[in-house]
């Protein structure tokens, strides 16, 4: 922070004296930068504010805490401690520095981890009899010469890709566990697990 003192000074020794940038940077101890910045402006308090917070006391204790915020991100976010917590345990094991380290690297850690799109991994092969995959769809049919609303039950095998078709007029949760026995009797067995997508009667 430069005060109203120092500005004084240094636009007493440039407009009134007639000295020289380098000469007041030399006898008032600023930068020639801060010099040039107080004779052009008309500001009467300049603030220094640092873009990249330095944390010397981290040091070598940024891969533990990494380690520890990665960890904590895995878990819901009621369950995962504050940098207060974190900095008591870096305390106890030996981390002799400030909270004020902790919680900056902490917090441009997670905001840093919020700028990055979650990707969700889709297995693109299965084994035999690993999975299946079920949904239902809305189809129309001809019934007795009218259009009619019929709910599909599907389901395929994610390694063949063999599927299975039912038709029902209602989807429900009974009749998903129809359209499952009479898929498995068809297939001749069950899958390990099955793949459903956002179904509420699954």
Known sequence: MIGVELI??????FFEQRRAIKEISRDLRVSRTTVRKVVRSGRTA?????????????GEWIGPLTEIV?????????????????FEELRGRGYDGAHDSVHRFVKEWREERARVPAQAFVPMSFAPGEAYQFDWSHETITLQGL??????AHMKLSHSRMPFVRTYF????????DAHDRA???YGGACRRGIYDNMKTA
Not at 8 to 13: C, D, L, N, T
Not at 46 to 58: D, G, N
Not at 70 to 83: C, F, H, I
Request: avoid cysteine.
């Open 46 to 58: 300049f603030k220094y504010a640092r873009e990249v917070q330095p944390s010397p006391k981290l």
């Open 147 to 152: 259009p009619l609303m019929v709910k599909a």
């Open 8 to 13: 004084g000074q240094i636009r007493r020794a």
């Open 184 to 186: 498995f009797a068809f």
């Open 70 to 86: 990665e960890a904590e991100s895995k878990l819901p976010k009621r369950e995962r401690r504050s940098t207060q917590r974190l």
């Open 170 to 177: 209602r989807e429900t949760q009974e009749l998903v566990f």
